[in-house]
């Protein structure tokens, strides 16, 4: 405000701008005290725009001057396709639940390659990951790419059970996996609560393998796309329900405790974020073990290098990015969590070890429940990989036998074998054998494993459940973490290595030594970031304790009025 203004006599303007300087300062004040209180929403935040104007505000995704469906941006302001983003919404500035009539009302849905074709037009929403549901009772009455009971592929399965590891996706499925009476056909009736997972096969050859290229994925399906029914529209912010039959229970992503994510400096080496958000998008189906049913165009085909992926994104999220660019991440990985723990809570008994199989489903879980603060989530009971094959030699059978490894420097955490404690009772050679001396080991396979397929993929799960704050606690396998700190500061001694040559024949050459994460490159195939990234996070994180404080609130705050 100009000062000589400020001093003219007292006339006919200023009283008036008087009053309007007082109400500037009082405003002033009031914004001031609101950014201590941590309340300051800006004036373009103050509430949600209006849908249509042309102009995207609050809780809009786009805005295109127009209420038209179908021209990439939706009458609710919404991207329309398979670039939906992943948008911030929290608990403080909650989004709104849509009205019904303000749903787009669609004949049909395309998503990732999948068409749903309705009867009559349908209200259509969108979860917070890009899903779609439909509001109430729909048929459908075409699917594309379409399935018959002739050609075997791109099938339909309504409301997957929890714990029959067959699937109708596709007739060449192996090992005796498909069931073609899981396959649903149109014309499809569905009704709140139900959950359509609809796939597309892959042609004539398997694809790449995820985090594995130079081999083949064992399955044929490619991807898969997930339609809920509802029984009334979701605010923005509503993750889909697990996938599982019978699971309904809807989270909400403003409830993400995104505050207590570190935000550490990164490595040198650090892989794209977007690599791991393009596997993540898509739904993880995994009821179906070994991984012969995964969707092989963006799901890993192995538990090697499901830990991996794991392993890659939550490292991702500890780093300093912004909060906005950790969110489809986040959100991706905690919806993956949701599904593997919908199965679990419907009765699927787990990912139990058998080799590296079993890895990388705890983390999902634990990481959502952690994050959501979900108790029951965060204290999940099922059989996971990492856990039945990280052991205290005291644990060994029988109980109590022995307290060390047959080591020079002997160890008190061991390897649990093939399929964990109780495997001499599946096959000779499947359980614990560090307790004993090479001499007396019956096979060489739990050593092989314990070095090809497991404790490699278990060192970013565990590094980044150490650095998320109450995700090494709630994991509660104390086990699983020395095991894994064994593993990276425990160098292999040479005399140890001659005696398991000289015993059995093995030979363990530099690929497979202890200490590392990553140079086996387990296919091939993989840039420098990929390489070397968990191993630069370790030396660099594994001793951080990272803060996770709120800024202080400013004060001593001087107001200059120009």
């Not at 892959?202 to 809920?228: E, F, G, K, Q, Y």
């Not at 700190?485 to 530099?510: F, K, Y």
Request: proline residues 8%.
């Amino acid at each position: 405000m100009n000062k000589e203004k400020l001093n003219y006599p007292m006339g006919q303007r200023s009283p008036r701008r008087i009053r309007e300087f007082i109400f500037r300062l009082a405003s002033l004040l009031l914004l001031l005290m609101a950014i201590g209180r941590g309340l300051l929403i800006s004036s373009v935040e103050a509430a949600p725009g209006t849908c249509g104007n042309g102009v995207p505000d609050k809780f809009e995704q786009c805005d295109d001057g127009n209420s038209t469906d179908g021209d990439g941006c939706s009458s609710l302001c919404q991207i329309e396709g398979d670039h939906f983003p992943a948008s911030v919404y929290t608990s403080n500035d909650p989004p709104p639940i849509p009205a019904l009539e303000e749903l787009p009302l669609l004949s049909q849905i395309s998503q990732q390659g999948i068409i749903w074709i309705f009867s009559t037009p349908q209200r259509v929403g969108r979860f917070v990951n890009g899903d779609y549901y439909v509001v109430g009772t729909a048929t459908i009455t075409d699917i594309q790419p379409l399935p018959t009971p002739n050609n075997g592929r791109h099938g339909s399965m309504l409301n997957i059970s929890p714990n029959f590891q067959k699937s109708g996706f596709d007739s060449r499925l192996v090992s005796g996996r498909y069931d073609s009476s899981l396959r649903v056909y149109p014309p499809i009736t569905l009704t709140p609560g139900n959950k359509l997972v609809s796939s597309r096969s892959v042609d004539a050859s398997n694809l790449p393998a995820v985090m594995r290229p130079n081999d083949s994925s064992v399955s044929p399906v490619a991807s898969v796309s997930i339609l809920t029914s509802v029984s009334a529209p979701k605010p923005l912010d509503a993750f889909r329900p697990s996938y599982a039959g019978g699971s309904t229970q809807i989270y909400l992503s403003r409830n993400l405790r995104r505050g207590i994510l570190p935000a550490l400096q990164p490595v040198q080496h650090i892989p794209p974020l977007a690599e791991f958000e393009g596997y993540l998008k898509r739904p993880w189906v995994d009821s179906v073990f070994f991984s012969f049913a995964a969707p092989s165009e963006y799901m890993a085909s192995y538990g090697r290098e499901n830990g991996y992926v794991m392993s890659f994104a939550g490292l991702l999220l500890t780093l300093n990015f912004t909060q906005e660019q950790k969110e489809p991440l986040l959100v991706y990985l905690t919806q993956y969590g949701i599904d593997l723990y919908g199965l679990v809570e419907q009765g699927h008994t787990g990912w139990q070890a058998h080799g590296g199989h079993g890895t990388g489903r705890k983390f999902p879980i634990v990481l959502a429940g952690v994050m959501l603060n979900e108790e029951n989530m965060k204290s999940v009971q099922a059989n996971f990989g990492e856990d039945m094959q990280t052991i205290g030699v005291t644990e060994t059978l029988p109980v109590g036998n022995y307290t060390k490894s047959w080591h020079i420097h002997p160890e008190t955490v061991v390897y649990g074998g093939h399929v964990g404690i109780n495997g001499e009772s599946v096959n000779p050679g499947w359980g614990p054998y560090e307790h004993l001396a090479p001499s007396a080991w019956k096979s060489t396979l739990g050593e092989s494993y314990r070095r090809c397929c497991t404790s490699v993929s278990w060192v970013g799960e565990a590094l980044a459940a150490r650095l998320i704050p109450g995700m090494q606690q709630a994991w509660n396998h104390a086990q699983f973490f020395s095991y894994v700190d064994r593993w990276m500061l425990s160098a292999d001694d040479p005399q140890d290595l001659e005696t398991i040559r000289s015993a059995t024949g093995m030979t363990i050459d530099a690929d497979f030594m202890q200490g590392q994460s990553w140079k086996i490159l387990s296919g091939g195939g993989y840039y420098r970031p990929h390489r070397t990234f968990v191993d630069e996070m370790w030396a660099a994180h594994r001793n951080s304790s990272p803060d996770t404080t709120p800024p202080s609130i400013p004060r001593n705050l001087r107001i200059i009025i120009p």
